[in-house]
Nanobody
């Protein structure tokens, strides 16, 4: 079973930066993809950034391109989201998302508990 433990959210003023971390704990054979999603008040959960295809492809939602950077530390099984030039509209709960393969259970998608990011104007 895989567990995702997120950290790094908080309150920041517009123009500031935050770094989110998501540690992948438990047992798996292969991690297929890692991503960050966010859900603002009254909105659906949308993908912000993802690393897919054996970590050869990175995608960003248009509004965060040039400001957010997703990266991973394979040795620590951790994915990061560096968020710069934050705007009030970035305020949301951010969720880590991992698709992992295990010989016993096959491929499954896991979600972190969510971490609040609030950007003041």
């Amino acid at each position: 079973q895989v567990q995702l433990v997120e950290s790094g959210g908080g309150l920041v003023q517009a123009g500031g930066s935050l770094r989110l971390s998501c540690a992948v704990l438990g047992r798996w054979n292969t991690i297929n993809s890692m991503a960050w999603y966010r859900q603002g008040p009254g909105k659906q959960r949308d993908m912000v950034a993802e690393i897919t295809n054996s970590f050869t492809r990175i995608n960003y939602e248009d509004s965060v391109k040039g400001r957010f950077t997703i990266s991973r530390d394979s040795a620590k099984s951790t994915v990061y989201l560096q968020m710069n030039s934050l705007k009030p509209e970035d305020t949301a709960v951010y969720f880590c998302n991992v698709n992992a393969y295990d010989f016993a259970t096959g491929s499954q998608t896991y979600w972190g508990q969510g971490t609040q990011v609030t950007v003041g104007s």
